[in-house]
């Protein structure tokens, strides 16, 4: 019966990753990753994680039950507040609804599938995306039926952010347009709007009435700070912008593979997230029955013992200021030490895993044929892909292929 399935290409990180594997030249550099790396290039257990792993092993009184429905209820609350802050009014004033999901991609899943099942479309169901994006956010919406539609935002003239086009793709959008915002970190680019340009961005949402979905993979891996990442999210909640966030722990909680998240949609009264709870639950219950629960009771612990919480503070830190100095090491290898053409101040000024370089395709193509050096046709690098002893290399490599 299946004869006529045809082949689906390999997901491109993937094909990149068992190029990489394959090579046997030593100074070989993967810039494909998309996890953090230590300074000898490992992936890392956070120490805060080990310890409340510990913790769990030790406790007579857990067992294998299933977890409810909407998933851990000690870990969605603390997880609400982490990114809506402690004091949020959404939070007081008991409007937030929080469903544990399969990490990040789980809450963008169950969030696009509760829009396309419930929100008022003015129109046949899109989403605006940021040009580029994660590149499975555009599956995610397809999937269920709501088809992704690009708006302006990296302007690869100046490296950075393409701020009038993308105000004026809000402005122009139809009244009540649903648009994607990537919170902080933004992936592929690692170019963010400043909090003055997020400002202004919510002015026009606000004026428009569009339902802003944030995606949330890296609070606190981006600035080393949580509360400086969630600023965008929070001031949209204070401007009463209607919006939802998918939350992953993932990255700031080094839990890849244990798929923990959450979304959090905040309604404008008690009653309305009860009835969008309840429905939420309903779709939760037809795609996974119940969320996982081992990552859900780390997260849990660490979120609410202050002890661990400082402990996984300074382990973010940690996280983030080895990708900060790689950062650092990497532009002034190329501006100062090594005068490669061009300007790198971006590399700097980027936040985040990853970095939008401004190297072209065959540049791109050079540095993995010649250089050894793995990394997406757009020129986009991880950053923790980078350490110590190979970041001299990637740079000579990619002073070498500018200079051609
Ligand atoms: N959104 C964005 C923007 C991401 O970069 C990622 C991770 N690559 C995710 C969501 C989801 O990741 P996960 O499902 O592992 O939490």
Redesign the pocket.
Known sequence: VWQSVPLAPPDSIFKLTAAYKADTFEKKVNLGV?AYRDDNDKPWVLPVVKKATQILLNDESLDHEYLPITGLAEFTSAAAKLILGPDSPAIKEDRTVSVQTI???GA?HLGALFLSRFYHWNGSPKIYLSNPT?ANHHAIFRNVGIEPVDYPYYDPKTIGLDFNGFIDALKNAVDRSVFLL?ACAH?PTGVDPTQEQWKAIAEVIKAKGHYAFF?C?YQGFASGDLDRDAWAVRHFVEQGIPLLVCQ?F?KNAGL?GERV?ALHLVSVDQDTAKRVKSQMSVLQRSEISNPPAHGARLVSLILNDAGLFEEWKRDIRTMAERIKEMRRELRRLLAEELETPGNWDHIERQIGMFSFTGLNGEQCRLLTEEGHIYLTGNGRISMAGLNSRNVRYVAEQIDRVVRR
């Open positions: 998309g990490s990040g991609t963008n994660w990537h992936n995606d993979a992953s993932a890849y998240g």
